[in-house]
């Protein structure tokens, strides 16, 4: 049973930053691959980022390349989403995730562990 909790969400103005922060317990972190996905009021939960196990490889959606960074402390167990030059857009829940394998995934089902969620509310 892996744990995920979300931490870092809160409100910004348009143009700044946030460092979410995703700590998990239970089997071998550094051996599967974390993701960050994102739900705004009225819409389905999109893909943000993800990094694999391992290798760490990372893969960003279109929306967000170039402004957000993903990255793992393996030593502590947590999962890290830089996001610079927010929009108003970038409004959500922001989840984070516990891949079945160490390979970074895209689709939502490619996840087994969920965090509860944190709320970045980013301000015009």
């Known amino acids: 049973q892996v744990q995920l909790v979300e931490s870092g969400g809160g409100l910004v103005q348009a143009g700044g930053s946030l460092r979410l922060s995703c700590a998990a317990t239970?089997?071998?972190?550094?051996?599967?691959?974390m993701g960050w996905f994102r739900q705004a009021p009225g819409k389905e939960r999109e893909f943000v980022a993800t990094?694999?196990?391992?290798?760490?490889?990372?893969l960003y959606a279109d929306s967000v390349k170039g402004r957000f960074t993903i990255s793992r402390d393996n030593a502590k167990n947590t999962v890290y989403l830089q996001m610079n030059s927010l929009k108003a857009e970038d409004t959500a829940v922001y989840y984070c995730?516990?891949?079945?394998?160490?390979?970074?995934?895209?689709?939502?089902?490619?996840?087994?562990?969920w965090g509860q969620g944190t709320q970045v509310t980013v301000s015009s």
């Open positions: 990094i694999s196990g391992i290798t760490s490889t990372t």
């Open positions: 995730a516990a891949g079945y394998s160490n390979l970074a995934a895209i689709r939502f089902n490619s996840y087994r562990y």
């Open positions: 239970g089997r071998t972190f550094s051996t599967y691959a």
